[in-house]
């Protein structure tokens, strides 16, 4: 186990590094400090909202499996959480803008915070409540605090160029950083210290209310504009005439959405997957390793998009095709295993 604390560190130490130092001076933008102090606000806040949802990744599964619920009904629990999810996400964005992007965000703080606590509760229908509850927060999560980061931003008469800036480190510490540490954190909580399967939640918890405390201190609230607010109907039929006027954003829509559910076919299975007899496995370190493999493709992305050539549609074929093939190998997998038992099988006979 040492060595493979010493492999993630030193792959998590190499990729910051490589970020940070392959940067060329026409790469670095010289702001001022009133940007920089609101920049450095929002990269605290957000990093520590997407701890608490990073804390939680590897050990969902594991802690229903730990109360007695088997495939079929953790199966029902993580549609649940989608679902609500898919629902609450087509009118977050138009009641975010009404009723205030900062209010949404606490919002999403104590939703959250509400989800963590049902995991305590081993009774399906609390968890279930919790599911919902982790949806609904996922929603604001990728909406809301977006959505503040823009409108204050301008508000505030920042540069457009300086938005860019604070997107890609908050790329960078909340989609690789804090994934690495929450889930080698985790592991810590849950193997190390052995304070069960719940201590990732109830740490979760305890980083969304210091982040709430910083949102409702420090950020202002400012909302959509009104002159510009369109019913939900209306931005219903709005997205629907705009992809009825161009196939290649239906096309668009059905290859995201394809690639997405592979994706979170991968997340309800890979507990299961390497621990098919209830093994004991190292989920956060394992979830840790997927980040930085995260971490490493977004570096590499950046890069690409940054070149004229060669075209998005050409490397992105490619990267399906790893995808497909990656997904093929516990295919393979399990049917070598079965290889030998049919040879033995018919030589006996």
Same mark, same amino acid.
Request: net charge neutral.
């Given at each position: ?7 993630? /560190? #030193? ?23 009133? /940007? ?17 949802d990073w804390l939680q990744g ?36 138009? %009641?975010? $803008? ?6 949404? @965000? ?23 409540? #919790?599911?919902? %509850? ?11 605090f977006e959505s503040w980061l ?5 508000? !505030?008469?920042? $540069? ?17 950083? +804090? ?14 210290? =052995? %304070? ?8 979760? =918890? ?6 709430m405390a910083v949102i409702m ?13 369109? $019913?939900?109907?209306?931005? &219903? ?8 006027? $161009? *196939? ?5 829509? =059905? ?23 209830? *093994? ?19 570096? +590499?992305?950046?890069?690409?998009? =940054? !070149? ?11 990267? &399906? ?15 070598? @295993? ?8 018919? @030589?006996?006979?």
């Open positions: 186990m040492e060595i493979f604390y010493f492999l993630v /560190f #030193g792959g998590l130490a190499a990729v910051v590094a490589v970020l940070e130092f392959s940067k060329s001076n026409k790469d670095r933008v010289n702001t001022p400090t009133a /940007f920089n102090s609101f920049k450095n606000n929002y990269l605290v806040v957000y990093s520590l909202m997407m701890a608490g590897p050990y969902v599964y594991y802690l229903y499996s730990q109360y007695g619920y088997g495939k079929g009904d953790i199966g029902q629990l993580f549609i649940a959480g989608f679902g609500s999810s898919m629902l609450f996400g087509t009118i977050v964005g138009s %009641l975010a $803008d009404k009723q205030g992007r900062k209010r949404a @965000c606490v919002t999403y703080c104590i939703t959250y915070i509400l989800s963590c606590i049902t995991k305590h509760s081993p009774h399906y229908k609390v968890l279930m409540l #919790g599911r919902v %509850l982790g949806g609904i927060a996922t929603s604001l999560l990728f909406s809301a823009v409108a204050e931003h301008f508000k !505030r008469g920042f $540069d457009q160029q300086w938005l860019s800036v604070t997107f890609s480190k908050a790329i960078f510490l909340g989609n690789g950083l +804090v994934a690495i540490l929450s889930g080698l954190f985790g592991n810590v909580l849950v193997d190390t210290l =052995a %304070l069960g399967p719940v201590a990732p939640f109830d740490a979760a =918890a305890c980083f969304l209310a210091i982040g201190s420090s950020w202002p609230e400012n909302y959509g504009d009104a002159s510009e607010g369109k $019913d939900l109907l209306s931005q &219903f039929k709005a997205a629907a005439v705009a992809i009825a006027s $161009d *196939e290649k954003i239906a096309l668009l829509g =059905a290859i995201q959405s394809l690639f997405e559910g592979s994706m979170y076919t991968f997340v309800f299975l890979w507990t299961p997957a390497l621990s098919p007899s209830g *093994e004991d496995i190292p989920h956060g370190f394992i979830f840790a390793t997927f980040m930085l493999a995260s971490m490493l493709g977004s570096s +590499v992305a950046s890069r690409l998009l =940054a !070149r004229s050539s060669p075209k998005a549609e050409s490397y992105m074929q490619i990267v &399906f095709l790893i995808s497909a093939a990656a997904l093929m190998l516990p295919v393979i997998t399990s049917v070598c @295993c079965f290889i030998p038992l049919f040879l033995s099988l018919f @030589c006996s006979l």
